[in-house]
């Protein structure tokens, strides 16, 4: 459904009035709006993998994996748990106030807009939406003109199963977006990038609207090649998977750059290769495309600059028409360039060498934090200092990517 400015009021108070009503509260419309979602996976999942193959070029095995798979996981997991979250929980007052009770009872915000991304197109539209719906509140959904066939698949397909009264979706580009942060909202929740993040921030503050922002970073690996020789073809499989795995790159959580001792990199670089090859084929065509020409432009503008492009050992060819960039490794481009300053996004990897794998923490910590921080190491020393003198959403030990998977983890 695409909407013009103007229709927005009438919509906005269509679902203030569902909210106040009272029929998002209970626990039966909750649950009953969940089990829709799973059916909604069920019965059009053939459609929706069309639409992913159609805007990023994703097999049915990474639609699934990476996208619908999470998504019924994620619906279970919220079902399971909807009476225990939904219940008041005791709370301590003092002995003076005795025989008197308290009680911490959850309550919804109200209306809450969903702005989604492009790169997880439909993962990331659902994810926040079951939090809203479990928490018993009304949504507007925008999801990314970036991924077009993905925008109109949950425009058509979420009417037929969820609560057209509580729950809308708006299409539309850029300017749609802006008129929508015009609106007074009980919450925003966005996907994206920092850029855009500061101006739902800046839109919303006048509102004193609380926001969730899901933001994008810079996710070193360290590889301590020297601890790791019993695990090394496990460790260079899950490197190459976490950077060109995960829609080639153009994930939050993928690998952004690797630091290595330079004694070591050598070998590393040798065993990325063929790992490369093994996982996607001698021409490595067996990736995701680049979601649309404005990000593809970005990643050859990175790869255009001469100090970045004679750093390039391995790969580094684009396909302007398929929208395709070889997976492409770098080593020791130059810390000012873009590529080792913005987050990436895309399917090159910088690999930075290291006199000695300690210096990893320095240059951690010399940019700003990350979502994750990778570690490949058997040395119980450094992952101490990593723990202690770095700061990261997240650490993990020897894998990638798989904190995305742990449901009672933040």
Request: net charge negative.
């Amino acid at each position: 459904m695409e909407m013009a400015g103007g229709k927005f009021g009438d919509s906005i108070t269509e679902l203030r009035q569902t909210f106040r009503s009272g029929r998002t509260r209970s626990f039966a419309w909750r649950q009953d709006q969940l089990q829709a979602i799973l059916e909604l996976m069920n019965e059009k999942e053939q459609e929706c993998f069309q639409a992913l193959h159609q805007d990023l070029g994703k097999s049915n095995l990474d639609a699934y994996k990476d996208e619908i798979g999470l998504i019924k996981k994620s619906t279970d997991y919220v079902l399971n748990h909807l009476k225990d979250w939904m219940a008041p929980k005791k709370a301590g007052i003092p002995l003076l106030f005795f025989p008197a009770k308290g009680e911490i009872m959850p309550e919804p915000y109200g209306l809450v807009l969903i702005i989604s991304a492009w790169n997880f197109p439909i993962n990331l539209t659902f994810e926040p939406l079951l939090g809203a719906i479990a928490a018993g509140n009304t949504v507007i959904i925008k999801p990314s003109e970036l991924a077009p066939a993905c925008s109109s698949f949950l425009a058509n397909t979420i009417p037929q199963y969820l609560d057209s009264k509580a729950i809308k979706v708006v299409e539309g580009g850029v300017d749609i977006s802006e008129q929508l942060l015009q609106q007074k909202w009980d919450k925003i929740f966005f996907t994206g990038s920092p850029r855009v993040g500061r101006i739902i921030m800046s839109e919303a503050a006048k509102h004193l609207t609380p926001v969730t922002l899901e933001l994008g970073g810079k996710c070193p690996t360290i590889f301590d090649f020297r601890t790791m020789s019993s695990n090394l073809k496990a460790a260079i499989r899950r490197v190459a998977s976490g950077k060109w795995g995960s829609c080639v790159g153009q994930a939050c959580l993928a690998v952004d750059y690797l630091l290595v001792e330079e004694k070591s990199a050598s070998s590393l670089i040798d065993l990325l290769k063929r790992t490369i090859k093994h996982f996607y084929g001698e021409n490595s065509r067996g990736t995701c495309r680049v979601a649309n020409k404005c990000h593809y432009n970005r990643l050859c503008c990175l790869l255009k600059d001469p100090r970045v492009a004679d750093s390039i050992i391995l790969g580094g060819s684009v396909d302007e028409e398929n929208l395709y960039i070889e997976p492409t490794v770098l080593l020791n481009p130059p810390r000012d360039a873009e590529v080792m300053t913005d987050e990436i996004f895309g399917p090159i990897l910088p690999i930075i060498t290291l006199n000695n794998i300690q210096e990893s923490i320095e240059i951690i910590n010399s940019m700003p934090k990350p979502l994750a921080i990778y570690a490949f190491t058997e040395d119980e020393a450094l992952k101490n200092r990593i723990l202690t003198e770095t700061s990261s959403g997240s650490v993990i030990f020897n894998d990638v990517v798989i904190n995305f998977l742990c449901d009672e983890l933040p």
